[in-house]
């Protein structure tokens, strides 16, 4: 194995949307959840199709009356994608065992620009496929062939590591090996039995 795949969301970030809206202490936390994080059009995002601005403006229209507080979400969600340390703790040891390492997630642009690339261990990567900027979105097979186009790799000398057994299983689809990770804090253990570290 010479390629280490991550997904972004719940292996290498945190990311719970209503725990942080109740932090935010929004009087309507769970309505904001819903319309917000729950919306069908929260996808598009992900997709690239639609922009941050018109998601907003959608949104205010659909909702009038929780106008300021939608406002507010979108201009700072990105706050509620917090590092998990344990595990990012564990890129530069497997940079330095060799290891070549790339990110295929569904993440909005938004996200990438604002907050992933300002991210110091961003660098420890050698190459990532994100949906929005790709327009594709996992579990569509052809995001998984495009990482092996883009950086020229072999689908057998990669593993991917995502918390959703449909991505998993489309990685499997085109040659790649994958660890199923429902739970971030057993990416060390699970690196261990597959003798990475």
């Known amino acids: 194995m010479k390629n280490i795949v991550f997904d972004l969301g ?8 209503l725990v942080w809206l109740k932090k935010k202490n929004y009087t309507h936390y769970n309505e904001l959840f819903e319309i917000i994080f729950q919306n069908p059009l929260w996808v598009k995002l992900d997709e ?8 907003t403006e959608k949104l205010i229209n659909e909702h009038p009356e929780l106008a300021l507080d939608i406002e507010e979400i979108m201009e700072e969600w990105i706050e509620l994608l917090l590092p998990i340390e344990n595990n990012i703790k564990l890129l530069s040891p497997l940079k330095k065992k060799g290891y070549h390492l790339y990110i295929i997630s569904n993440f909005h642009l938004d ?15 050698d190459g990532a496929i994100i949906s ?6 996992k579990p569509d097979l052809r995001i998984y062939e495009l990482l092996l186009e883009r950086y020229q790799l072999k689908a057998d000398e990669c593993l ?3 918390d959703s057994l449909d991505n998993i299983n489309a990685c499997k689809n085109v040659g790649m090996d994958g660890i199923h990770l429902p739970d971030y804090s057993k990416l060390e253990e699970e690196l261990k039995k597959h003798h990475i570290i």
Do not use: M, S
Request: without cysteine; glycine residues 2%.
């Open 10 to 17: 719940r292996i290498l970030l945190d990311y719970q949307p």
């Open 48 to 55: 690239g199709t639609i922009t941050r601005e018109e998601f």
């Open 111 to 125: 996200a990438y620009n604002r907050f992933l690339k300002k991210q110091d261990w961003f660098t420890l990567f």
């Open 132 to 137: 929005a900027k790709e327009k594709l979105i």
């Open 160 to 162: 991917f590591i995502d």
